[in-house]
Structure formats: C-alpha cells, structure tokens
C-alpha cells in the first residue's frame, strides 16, 4: 500500500530564512506521481508541482526548488528566503499509477509560519 | 476561468438530516473525486468517478453516496449525517485517469454536524 510520511507537523522561521519541508513515501509501484501542495489560511488547495518517477532532475521554480531522491524515496520541497505570505500548510501527495482509481494519497501535512 | 466550484462553503447542520454538497467543473474533465480532510490526517478519498455513471468507492467511502449524471458535476450526499462527518470536503477533477495531469481542487467545504 501506498503511504505519505510528513515528520514534521509544524515549522516556524523568520522571514528570509531557507526551510525544507521533508516528504517520504512508500510505494511497491515502479510508476508514480509525487505532488506538492500548498494550503493558504484561506483553505483551498493550491498545486504546486507534480514530478513522476522516472525523472530526478531537481526543479526550481522562483524561490521553490524541490529534490527527489528515489533512492531514499524523498521528495524535500524547500522555500529560499521564505516570506510571510509562504505560511500555509503543504502537503505532499502520491499516486500510483497502476491503481485503477487514481487516488492521490495524501501526507499529513507541514504547517509553516513565517514570522516577519 | 478553469474552475471546481463547490456549494455551499460552510454548512452546519443536525444529525440525521440528509444533505449535498454540489461539485460542478467547466474543463470538461472526465474524472472527479472527492476527499475529506481531518487533522492529522491530511486527505482522504471518499468517492471517486471516472465518467458518467461510473463511480466506486475509495478509502473512506461509510456513510456518504456519489452521482454522476452529467460530467461536469459530482455532488456528495450524506444520506444521514452524523458529528464524526464533520470535515472539511474538497471535490477534485482531472483531465483523464493518468496522473500526468493534476488534479484541480473546490474551494472546500466545511462541514460540521452537530
């Protein structure tokens, strides 16, 4: 079964400060879909990235970049100089793409505050 | 504007008083599916669909019903709500069945029955 493992529930920094945000998963699939997604006080869901399997090139996109390993079967998403308005909670999500239902399996969540 | 829109945003209702959560997308997607999220818990699964009339269960499906008779909408039913139904809802759509497309997500629902 696939699994989403979020360590950590909750992370402060001050603004300009680097932070990583740790994502680990579990899956018997050798095809799959790792996602990011972003949780503004606001409440919706906003997506971020999506990367599959069988491409471990690093991404950096503005001040987001993000680092799979699949070899420690890691998916680190990590904010450069983060702001106040990067406070949300994100999740990381996996699908398998053998499963008939295309289900995203969710972490639990990180939440971050960035204090000014 | 490509969009899920879900009705309403904020319910508050009684146990045993049956409800729907409306799920509407304009991008012409086949699949739709929807998700509860719980503290601690991140998303979960509920229902999913990947056409018109078809739809099956996903990890949580207990004590909720789907249907989907048109493929822009998907609306969630609680049949007889009960307090441990208290969430929040989100209604998702992708283009087709591969994941290589992502998911779009409702604004969300917040659900407390009381």
């Known amino acids: 079964a696939q699994k989403v493992t979020q360590a950590q529930t909750e992370i402060s920094v001050v603004e300009k400060e680097d932070v990583t945000l740790d994502c680990v998963y579990e899956?018997?699939?050798?095809?799959?879909?790792l996602f990011w997604y972003k949780q503004p006080p606001s409440g919706e869901l906003v997506f971020l990235i999506r990367r599959n399997s069988f491409d471990e090139q690093n991404e950096i996109s503005g001040r987001y970049s993000w680092n799979f390993q699949k070899s420690t079967s890691s998916f680190n998403f990590t904010i450069t100089a983060s702001q106040v308005v990067d406070s949300a909670v994100y999740f990381c999500a996996l699908s398998e793409a053998d499963t008939g239902r295309r289900a995203l399996t969710f972490g639990s969540g990180t939440r971050l505050q960035v204090q000014p | 504007e490509a969009q899920v829109t879900q009705n309403p945003r904020y319910l508050i209702t009684v146990t045993g008083k049956k409800l729907t959560v409306t799920c509407s997308q304009n991008?012409?997607?086949?699949?739709m599916s929807w998700y509860r999220q719980d503290p601690g818990l991140g998303l979960r699964q509920i229902y999913y669909?990947?056409?018109?009339?078809?739809?099956d269960k996903g990890d949580v499906p207990e004590g909720y019903k789907v249907s989907r008779k048109e493929k822009r909408n998907f609306p969630l039913i609680l049949e007889s709500p009960s307090p441990n139904q208290t969430s929040l809802y989100f209604c998702a759509s992708s283009l087709s069945l591969g994941m290589n497309t992502e998911a779009f997500f409702g604004q969300g629902t917040r659900l407390t029955v009381v």
């Open positions: 669909s990947m056409n018109v009339e078809v739809t």
């Open positions: 899956t018997r699939d050798t095809t799959y879909y």
């Open positions: 991008m012409n997607h086949e699949y």
